[in-house]
């Protein structure tokens, strides 16, 4: 028994050590992709440029909520706290994305650090809110977008931690002083973006549950402040406010779409899903519904939206970051459970020592057995190259559109989270010379190509889509400008542009190049009279 | 404080809405697919798991939800 004993504390001391080893590899992964995206100058994901630019827009007094039927048809379909939060790094980096990525990323960083204090003081210990923390970091989801200049995992950030304060809001001493700062992190996390209006149930019905006067004072408080902010924003932008960020994001749903991303979501992220689960089923049925277990299963809600166009996988950080926590929580409960098990008779405590000895291996286990599920790394260099012969993954690349990505990824497909190549600096610096060469302003289906040739910004295509779509846009002017060949250049991506619109750059402007640049063909259309010109 | 009988009620009422919602999809012909679509199968599916939820939570009684 004793020699069991032994061989159980080596092996879990081994699992330990294998476990953090893994984790902090998933950390180093993530912050070799976070500084190689702070050196790209130009979009790595379609819509960051505009994020940015709106970042601009407020750094010189103006609202991005405005009409897009006017030249520059252009308008932001997101709340405004994100792109408040670069402003004042603009200052010191200038209008280079850097300054959306960092706040991103640094957002990343708190919401792990969050989970990792808030499983500490409920759980104790060291190791599983340390690994909680890190989990969330190793996450495909959160690895792909943490660094990026969008605003999702800022809203994440804030949701995280108004789940935490109001969590305490029954502790005797500053109950009153954590659920306000609850409701603050709520309402940052609903004017960063639209969808914390899932983690705003959670927090609100956990409240609702153990102190039904004070939730209904809580969210009516909630309610006046945000519906207060609201009608000031519109009353501001002469309505814009109104139709850019509610109207604009009704859009075509795709159950299939959610079906995947659920069994995606799942597959990658089993042992925390399954864990969080269980913990919820314990206290639906056992214990008492804790704010944590609220949040996860309200934020499956904000995964079941993920079907909308243009929605992803991103809908699911939410889901993560609760799943992560809660899983810290039900290994807590686990361990809680060992130790207590034998506070009486000898016979007890027997079981109750051995118990904790299974649990110290079991525990680290669960982590190993999760780390695969979520593999991704790049696979050369002489780093990753030789681990990626190691884990056997060297030859299961992403295959984008005109290239081979050298990162591999448990989820298969995706645009994001391979590294860049000296061809993809060299692509960028192709495109910028028709930029700064273009006879006339640059239309551009992304924002950086115009924003660094000093130019003024052009459409944002998804908002002209999404308007198009719901009967809001009147092209005319748009169309009018495109048959005076007003604009010098057009530069393509993924054409997401109204079909009018696109019918009339085919009639008015020919394709001159297609330059591979990040995995995806830009195609650079120069007007006819140009063309006329040059023959 | 809420108990687990008075959540699991609410559990319920919520299940048979939805379930009266799903049903009412056809009545107002509304939908991508002239019978039972696909969501409404899922739809069934969770709203009968939620009536189920429910119902077990009604059986706890006063322990506090």
């Given at each position: 028994m004793r020699q069991m004993s032994r061989f159980l504390r080596v092996l879990g001391a081994v699992l330990i050590v294998l476990v953090v080893l893994a984790y902090v590899g998933y950390l180093a992964i993530y912050f070799t992709y976070a500084v190689d995206l702070f050196r790209w100058p130009f979009d790595y994901d379609q819509g960051e440029g505009f994020e940015l630019y709106d970042a601009i827009l407020y750094s010189q007094g103006e609202w991005p909520y405005r009409a897009n039927a006017v030249y520059p048809f252009y308008a932001s379909n997101y709340p405004p706290l994100f792109h408040l939060l670069i402003v004042p790094?603009?200052?010191?980096?200038?209008?280079?994305?850097?300054?959306?990525?960092?706040?991103?990323?640094?957002?990343?960083?708190?919401?792990?650090?969050?989970?990792?204090?808030?499983?500490?003081?409920?759980?104790?210990?060291?190791?599983?809110?340390?690994?909680?923390?890190?989990?969330?970091?190793?996450?495909?989801?959160?690895?792909?977008?943490?660094?990026?200049?969008?605003?999702?995992?800022?809203?994440?950030?804030?949701?995280?931690?108004?789940?935490?304060?109001?969590?305490?809001?029954?502790?005797?001493?500053?109950?009153?002083?954590?659920?306000?700062?609850?409701?603050?992190?709520?309402?940052?996390?609903?004017?960063?973006?639209?969808?914390?209006?899932?983690?705003?149930?959670?927090?609100?019905?956990?409240?609702?549950?153990?102190?039904?006067?004070?939730?209904?004072?809580?969210?009516?408080?909630?309610?006046?402040?945000?519906?207060?902010?609201?009608?000031?924003?519109?009353?501001?932008?002469?309505?814009?406010?109104?139709?850019?960020?509610?109207?604009?994001?009704?859009?075509?749903?795709?159950?299939?779409?959610?079906?995947?991303?659920?069994?995606?979501?799942?597959?990658?992220?089993?042992?925390?899903?399954?864990?969080?689960?269980?913990?919820?089923?314990?206290?639906?049925?056992?214990?008492?519904?804790?704010?944590?277990?609220?949040?996860?299963?309200?934020?499956?809600?904000?995964?079941?939206?993920?079907?909308?166009?243009?929605?992803?996988?991103?809908?699911?950080?939410?889901?993560?970051?609760?799943?992560?926590?809660?899983?810290?929580?039900?290994?807590?409960?686990?361990?809680?459970?060992?130790?207590?098990?034998?506070?009486?008779?000898?016979?007890?405590?027997?079981?109750?020592?051995?118990?904790?000895?299974?649990?110290?291996?079991?525990?680290?286990?669960?982590?190993?057995?999760?780390?695969?599920?979520?593999?991704?790394?790049?696979?050369?260099?002489?780093?990753?190259?030789?681990?990626?012969?190691?884990?056997?993954?060297?030859?299961?690349?992403?295959?984008?559109?005109?290239?081979?990505?050298?990162?591999?990824?448990?989820?298969?497909?995706?645009?994001?989270?391979?590294?860049?190549?000296?061809?993809?600096?060299?692509?960028?610096?192709?495109?910028?010379d028709y930029v700064r060469t273009a006879d006339g302003p640059v239309f551009s289906e992304e924002a950086m190509f115009s924003l660094l040739a000093g130019e003024p910004v052009i459409t944002n295509p998804t908002q002209l889509y999404n308007l198009y779509n719901n009967d809001l846009l009147d092209t005319d002017e748009i169309i009018e400008r495109i048959e005076a060949q007003h604009f010098g250049l057009v530069i393509f991506r993924a054409q997401f542009y109204p079909p009018p619109v696109l019918e009339a750059i085919g009639q008015n402007y020919k394709p001159v190049e297609h330059i591979c640049m990040n995995g995806f063909y830009y195609h650079i259309l120069w007007p006819h009279r140009l063309l006329d010109l040059t023959e | 404080m809420i108990s687990k009988r008075q959540l699991g009620i609410f559990v319920i009422a919520l299940g048979v809405l939805a379930l009266m919602g799903i049903l009412a999809v056809d009545l107002l012909g509304a939908g991508q697919w002239g019978g039972f679509g696909p969501l409404q199968r899922l739809g069934l599916l969770l709203s009968g798991l939620t009536v189920v939820v429910g119902l077990l939570l009604y059986r706890l009684g006063d322990r506090p939800a």
């Open positions: 790094l603009l200052p010191l980096f200038g209008p280079r994305l850097i300054a959306g990525r960092l706040v991103s990323f640094v957002a990343t960083l708190v919401t792990g650090g969050a989970i990792a204090f808030v499983v500490r003081r409920k759980v104790g210990g060291r190791f599983i809110p340390l690994i909680s923390g890190l989990a969330f970091l190793a996450s495909n989801y959160v690895y792909q977008i943490g660094p990026l200049c969008r605003m999702h995992m800022t809203m994440v950030m804030f949701e995280t931690l108004a789940i935490a304060f109001v969590a305490e809001f029954e502790h005797p001493k500053h109950g009153n002083r954590n659920l306000l700062l609850g409701l603050l992190m709520l309402l940052c996390a609903g004017y960063t973006k639209q969808m914390a209006v899932f983690t705003v149930v959670a927090a609100l019905s956990y409240v609702f549950l153990r102190d039904v006067k004070r939730s209904i004072a809580a969210g009516a408080l909630l309610a006046l402040a945000a519906g207060a902010i609201f009608g000031l924003l519109n009353v501001a932008t002469e309505g814009q406010w109104w139709v850019n960020t509610i109207q604009a994001n009704v859009n075509e749903y795709d159950y299939r779409q959610t079906i995947f991303l659920f069994g995606q979501w799942f597959r990658l992220h089993t042992v925390f899903v399954l864990l969080a689960a269980a913990y919820l089923v314990y206290e639906t049925f056992w214990g008492r519904l804790s704010a944590y277990s609220l949040w996860f299963l309200f934020a499956l809600g904000a995964g079941a939206l993920s079907g909308k166009w243009g929605a992803g996988f991103g809908y699911f950080t939410t889901a993560v970051a609760a799943a992560c926590l809660t899983s810290g929580l039900a290994l807590g409960r686990l361990q809680h459970w060992a130790k207590t098990m034998g506070e009486r008779e000898a016979e007890k405590r027997r079981c109750s020592s051995y118990a904790s000895l299974c649990l110290a291996c079991l525990i680290p286990g669960l982590y190993l057995i999760q780390a695969p599920r979520m593999l991704h790394m790049p696979t050369s260099g002489p780093v990753f190259g030789t681990l990626a012969r190691y884990f056997g993954v060297d030859n299961q690349l992403v295959v984008g559109d005109c290239t081979t990505f050298q990162y591999h990824d448990a989820m298969g497909y995706t645009q994001l989270g391979h590294l860049l190549t000296p061809e993809d600096y060299a692509a960028g610096e192709t495109i910028m | -």
